[in-house]
RNA sequence: GCCCGGGUGGCGGAAUGGCAGACGCAACAGACUUAAAAUCUGUUAUCCGUUAGGGUGUGCGGGUUCGAGUCCCGCCCCGGGUACCA
């Protein structure tokens, strides 16, 4: 009699009815709806098949599409492929399979792992970016910032990795070492493409105010940025009368200067190095070209650095100080040459103490216990205080001022004079954009044999990636369509030039910079997206994804979108209105007493908790990130096996706040398998009444409406489960369930697990999906009470609780709360000081 | 070092400055069952106490407040980011 919950069947029945009626399918420009755009950061289509991570960010965005929807938004929620990328080209090299085969291979598998979750995608606008239909647009956006002059060619240090074949960003190493795979990683000067991201540094940082982005995210893309404030001064070489500009950020502490450092690739070295000097600079300079980022982390405890026998002039005091060469001072950011002054600069002060350098005060610390030693010259002071040995008779009073108004004083002071500018400076470097690979997109660029650039022209793209059998990279370091000889040659049909084809590839970064806007027109032939779509859909509303893309992706997406704003492709100044970070499913994992870890398979659990398989010993629990090699790695298909893809959603989502870091628990998914298990019970063996609702059912009903709409509004997903959980405690049983609340419940549970809810929907009587239903309201009258209870508390001690009418205001809560006994007792005769009353909460009653 | 997060039962986690531990997991006890599974009911922060009841308790130390997990000051620990950026 009873019917058994067989998710299974329930889930691929109306996976099915979604696909064959087109359920989700977004439509542009619905009248009298407001648009709701939710992207989700799509996946790179790996081997592996789809992880516990990705359902995550999925299920939360999946949520509050389906609410949307039943609030009457126009939803649009796409899904996509970043199939670019390293591993498919890698087992490319290693078996012969084109990465195409795999990445198609992959992409199928993904979207049935994907599929099988019942999410609400519109996949008529699935994408891809290795998708010749796709690139085309990627090599045309690129062809716009070429045209634009944001990408240049530029023989530069680049981070070439032997390993993996190819120059990687600077944001792709990692410690010296490879961001993927991990390989060391060496610089070396190339002719590389570079995209002019600093040119959009000022706005990049600006704009971050309007976005209502997670507080953390947008601090590390200011910090990325780097924005200084200070100045550049000028210095004259004392004798030989060349002008060194120095940057600092303290141009108040000039007075203090007691040397100059200049970066050893400095162009002016040569002219100002003593001839004395010379041997040793050279071998210094001979040595820093030699040192990678690996070795210069490695060694960042003791400074190097030698004396070039030069000397500067300080153009505030005409002090002769020693210029200095040392790899502690960087080429590539500021002017590469500072003044140092070891008084007040931690670094310049352990510089001067090994090199024996004088140090000299020139502000008196605020801090009374540390002014002594930093007088002396045996600290470093980088905090307020009052200026001495300056130049207060120079007419430069800034004696007690804050660190950042004499900075500003000094400045003024500087430029009256012609002695030096203000000036701000970013560390965002340009952006590295050319890869030695196969599987990326072709640049559309060709060398022509007179040294001229020629881009290749809109109408010829896409130019596609030719067909190779081997994609090793060749062994001189050049790119892996160096071989396909056909392809790279080239002749001018107008001028008859002969010419190269780019044979560096783009990163990975390239697609995944825009796919957001090709979700709006996937099929456009004629355009990369059409304007007016993008006006009706633009900007995202909701983009989640992991905080690992906190800079890379999201600063350049956000870079490539302020282009096509200038160029008026698009609408908004920015792509994403507002971002939530999903946090990291750990695995569980086991170590022994040495904090040795123990993979899974080697774990057997025992009466009293876990022991090693082998040896017996006692293995202690902790959350631990998944990876193969500890053999926790959880796979969504076995839990959409045994549990249903309704559970796995629905136990993702109540694990914790979704931006926080969680481990799973199999026996969690029991747990909420169990809730939907006695929901399903609920609404088919239970009889359904139409007799109205008591004044309790009604609250509590009312409550949970309340309470989900809220938390599905602020995202916060745990909670509205539990609020659920209760309404069910409540609801189930032997009596009759009132047809309302059962109605009501299986629209409040819909969003987190569809394909339970469209079955009891239409077990109910209802034909139609219930995707479109409107979200139920609730009725703030229904949550008012006749009584409640009052805690009494007396010197912040709970004494008594007592039930009050609800709406009784001070004076009827006070009489009430003194004319109990308990209370009483508590006061035991001593005098009645005050009494805090909250309306509706409590009552405290201070005796002394 | 610097910049962000975070620290609450055995575990995941709840708590507009107002009864800390909702909800779930695990555990224990009971019902049903020949038995097990499934299901249902109950107990479950901790200490003292047979009970009634009382004490303690949100990383540590101070403070503000009638009242602090929540606000302020000073530390400790964990996670993430970043690193000679002048």
Known sequence: MEKEYNFSAIESKWQEYWEKNKTFKAEDFVEGKPKYYVLDMFPYPSGAGLHVGHPEGYTATDILCRYKRMRGFNVLHPMGWDAF??????????????????????????????????????????????????????QWIFSQLHKKGLAYMAEVPVNWCPALGTVLANEE????????????????????????????????????????????????????????????????????????????????TLFGATYMVLAPEHPLVDKITAPA??????????????????????????KTGVFTGAYAVNPVNNDKIPVWIADYVLISYGTGAIMA?????????????????????????????????????????????????????????????????????????????????????????????????????PFPIIHLEDGSIKLVDDNDLPLTLPELDDFKPVASGEPPLAKAADWVTYTDPETGLKGRRETNTMPQWAGSCWYYLRYLDPDNNQAAFAQDKEKYWMPVDLYVGGAEHAVLHLLYARFWHKVLYDLGFVSTKEPFRRLVNQGMILGISYKDSRGALVPMDLVEHTGDGAVHKQTGEKLVEFPAKMSKSLKNVVNPDDVIKEYGADSMRLYEMFMGPLEAVK???????????????????????????????????????????????????????????????????EFSGDKPLPREA????????????????????????????????????????????????????????????????????????????????????????????KIICVPGRLINIVIS
């Open 277 to 302: 000097q010379a041997a040793q600079v050279s071998a210094y300079r001979e040595e820093a070209s030699h040192k990678s980022d690996l070795d210069r982390t490695e060694l960042n405890t003791e």
């Open 663 to 729: 481990p799973w628990n199999t026996k969690g998914v029991e747990g909420v398998y169990r809730f939907l298990k006695r929901s399903f019970r609920m609404l088919t063996a239970q009889q359904i009444s139409d007799a109205p609702m008591n004044e309790v059912q009604l609250r509590l009903l009312h409550a949970t409406i309340k309470k989900v709409t809220e938390d599905v509004e602020s995202m916060s997903f745990n909670t509205a489960i539990s609020q659920m959980m209760i309404f069910l405690n």
């Open 85 to 138: 990328g390293l591993p498919a080209e890698q087992y490319a090299v290693e078996t012969g399979t084109h990465p195409s085969v795999t990445t198609e291979r992959n992409i199928n598998n993904f979207r049935k792992q994907i599929k099988a979750l019942g999410f609400s995608y519109d996949w008529d606008r699935e994408i891809n970016t290795t998708d010749p239909k796709y690139y085309k647009w990627t």
């Open 341 to 441: 002054v070891p008084s007040h600069d931690t670094r310049d002060f352990e510089f001067a103490k090994q090199f024996d350098i004088p140090v000299k005060c020139i502000i008196m610390p605020d801090d009374e216990l540390a002014a002594p030693e930093v007088l002396a010259g045996n600290a470093c002071w980088t905090g307020n205080g009052k200026m001495i040995n300056s130049a207060n008779h120079d007419g430069l009073d800034i004696n007690g001022m804050e660190v950042a108004d004499s900075k500003r004083v000094t400045i003024e002071w500087l430029e009256a004079r012609g002695i030096g500018k203000g000036a701000v400076k970013y560390k965002l470097r340009d952006w590295l954009f050319s890869r030695q690979r196969y599987w990326g997109e």
């Open 742 to 833: 059962a109605e009501t419940y299986i629209l409040l549970l819909a969003p987190f697990a569809p394909h339970l809810c469209e079955e009891l929907w239409s077990a109910l009587g209802h034909s139609d999906t219930l995707a479109y239903e409107p979200w139920p309201e609730y009725n703030e009258k229904y949550l008012k009470v006749a009584e409640v209870e009052i805690m009494v508390q007396v010197l912040g001690k709970a004494k008594a609780r007592i039930m009050m009418p609800a709406d009784a205001d001070e004076n009827v809560m006070k009489e009430l709360a003194l004319a109990n006994p308990d209370v009483n007792a508590a006061i035991g005769g001593k005098t009645v000081r």
């Open 173 to 252: 190493v990692i410690n010296g070492v490879s961001e993927r795979g991990g390989h060391p990683v060496v610089r070396r000067p190339m002719r590389q493409w570079m995209l002019k991201i600093t040119e959009y540094a000022e706005r990049l940082l600006e704009d971050l105010e309007e976005l209502d982005w997670p507080e953390g995210i947008k601090e590390m893309q200011r910090n990325w940025i780097g924005k200084s404030t200070g100045a550049e001064v000028d210095f004259v070489i004392d004798g030989i009368g060349e002008k060194v500009t120095v940057y600092t950020t303290r141009p108040d």
